[in-house]
């Protein structure tokens, strides 16, 4: 119609000879590590030469753990805590972290004759040598290890070889079920919910940007406005306003006219796309009544050329699920209102329809079979 902690080393205790220099603190200041033990200075330990005379040098530790600032019963202790038990007997031993920070529980185990706690002594010592070379060895192997890194104490599961850029060089695998994005004419291919007694804001929004204008012929500049609210895809409008007008099947045929988008200034028209009951409005300001079959207008008496959101959204019956063809119609068909041309239909059996047929009413008329014809200059 016309509308996203340094782990402690293993080593010389801070301060002895050779030990590095903590950080902020000079080499050889002595202070501990906090939650550490202070071991004992260098030379024979007293216990275990003591270990082939008295009897009772193994005798159990006091239960009281040391404190920060008075030594260790065990210089070995701040490392591994061993629960008491005989070597002999293949009592198991626990090392870790958890065993460091628990007191030692349970009675102490019971004293044996000099020679077997010699000999537990010996399995003791032999067994924190073992251990410490060890542990020493994995030292040394994560320094040469170009691809180890240090592992973060909060993280304990992690992998240290698994670098937190493990993906830097891989593809980014996409989501379960992503789809890559519609092409426009899937876009126009689909219809879209929206109710035919829809009544809007009244308020409009211009589409932002500009589309210049690719023919030579007579330019025609125009805006396009869509109704605040709709949930509609303004800028599909937009693009189907412009890639239609300038097809040569349209209003640009042969040169003769060329369209130009544009987002502020004077446009010759604005080409709206409105709720019908916004449609309605504006049309009957021109003295049209498209309440009736729910069309569109050309809006003479206004800048405004009117397309009817709901038969935007979902077509008409004589289109059937052709709604992409439909939608070029209906720009063709109002714009051509704009241009000058009025109602026309068609003359026989089979022919296409003239795009200035009512189409979104009928292709059928007085017995004449028509067919759908989106095109001003459909050709052959």
């Not at 301060?15 to 080499?27: D, I, L, S, V, W």
């Not at 992503?178 to 876009?187: C, G, H, I, R, W």
Request: glycine content about 12%; some cysteine; proline content about 9%.
């Amino acid at each position: 119609m016309r509308g996203r902690a340094t782990g402690v080393g293993f080593g010389p205790p801070p301060g002895a000879p050779g030990a590095p220099a903590q950080p902020g603190r000079p080499a050889g200041s002595g202070a501990p590590f906090p939650r550490q033990r202070q071991a004992p200075s260098y030379g024979p330990r007293q216990e275990y030469l003591d270990a082939f005379g008295e009897d009772d040098v193994f005798t159990p530790r006091s239960s009281r753990r040391p404190t920060v600032s008075e030594p260790a019963a065990d210089p070995y202790a701040s490392v591994t805590d061993w629960n008491a038990g005989d070597v002999t007997g293949g009592t198991a031993y626990a090392v870790g972290t958890d065993a460091v920070d628990a007191p030692p529980t349970g009675a102490p185990a019971p004293a044996k004759g000099g020679k077997g706690r010699t000999f537990t002594g010996i399995a003791a010592a032999a067994v924190t040598t073992v251990l410490a070379v060890v542990v020493a060895g994995q030292v040394a192997d994560g320094r040469a290890g170009g691809d180890t890194r240090s592992q973060s104490a909060g993280d304990p599961a992690r992998d240290v070889h698994d670098s937190a850029s493990r993906a830097d060089d891989r593809p980014t695998p996409s989501p379960p079920g992503a789809s890559a994005p519609l092409t426009y004419e899937q876009k126009m291919g689909k219809t879209y919910p929206l109710g035919a007694e829809l009544k809007g804001s009244g308020r409009f929004d211009a589409v932002p940007g500009i589309d210049k204008a690719p023919g030579t012929g007579q330019k025609y500049t125009y805006r396009v406005d869509i109704e605040q609210g709709l949930g509609l895809d303004g800028e599909l409008f937009a693009q189907a306003v412009q890639k239609t007008l300038n097809d040569d099947r349209s209003w640009a045929h042969n040169g003769a006219r060329t369209f130009e988008r544009i987002h502020s200034g004077q446009p010759d028209f604005v080409i709206t796309l409105a709720s019908p009951g916004t449609t309605a409005e504006w049309c009957a300001k021109s003295g049209l009544d498209t309440t009736v079959d729910n069309v569109s207008c050309d809006s003479a008496a206004t800048e405004r050329v009117m397309i009817n959101a709901y038969r935007w959204a979902q077509g008409a019956e004589p289109y059937g699920d052709q709604i992409h063809a439909y939608r070029q119609m209906l720009i063709n068909h109002e714009v051509g209102h704009r241009l000058g041309f009025n109602h026309v239909t068609c003359d026989k059996d089979g022919e296409l329809a003239p795009v200035m047929q009512q189409q979104t009413k009928f292709v059928d008329h007085d017995g004449i079979d028509c067919r759908p014809n989106p095109w001003a200059y459909p050709g052959e």
